[in-house]
């Protein structure tokens, strides 16, 4: 399913840019892990970057995944991946800066750090559908991907 929605992405893109981030949930007993919750703020955060405008009237077209992942710790973490049209937005920064404003918003909490943003290794890489190095570019995407594929410790997949 993350194969066909990247593929989708790059025949109707010449640009794509796909962005990687972890949520989680505070340490604490006040605030308890849901599904609809990380549901809702998938749709939130599509929404929002789907109504931004950009020159030469490009759309963003987003599509978020996202895994539910718990194994050893108190409470699930989920694994995000944004996937976007590059010839609107080019970076990775300002959806990082989104996710962070509206997980926080949905939890109703200033606490920082429950936004990993993933930046151990390259993030938001751009898949140019005409380029040289497609190729290359295509595979360190769908490594990154494959992650979220992998079955161990995650129960719950969702695409929006």
């Given amino acids: 399913k993350i194969e066909s929605v990247l593929n989708n992405m790059i025949e109707k893109h010449s640009k794509v840019m796909i962005v990687r981030f972890d949520i989680r949930y505070p340490d ?10 990380i549901s809702c703020f998938a749709y939130n955060l599509k929404r929002s970057l789907d109504r931004e405008t950009f020159e ?3 759309r963003t077209d987003t599509k978020v995944i996202h895994v539910e992942e718990q194994e050893s710790s108190h409470h699930p973490h989920h694994h995000f991946a944004v996937i976007v049209n590059a010839n609107a937005k080019q970076s990775a920064y300002p959806i990082h800066v989104k996710a962070n404003t509206l ?4 939890l109703n909490t200033t606490e920082e750090g ?8 390259e993030n938001g890489i751009i898949i140019k559908r005409n ?3 497609y190729e290359y570019q295509y595979n360190k995407v ?19």
């Fill in 56 to 58: 030469g009237g490009h």
């Fill in 114 to 121: 429950l936004v990993d943003y993933c930046d151990r290794y």
């Fill in 103 to 106: 997980w926080k918003k949905m």
């Fill in 131 to 133: 380029s040289s190095d």
């Fill in 28 to 37: 604490n007993e006040y605030i308890y892990p849901s599904s609809e919750r």
């Fill in 142 to 160: 769908f490594y990154q991907l494959s992650y979220l594929a992998k079955v161990r410790g995650k129960e719950h997949r969702e695409v929006h």
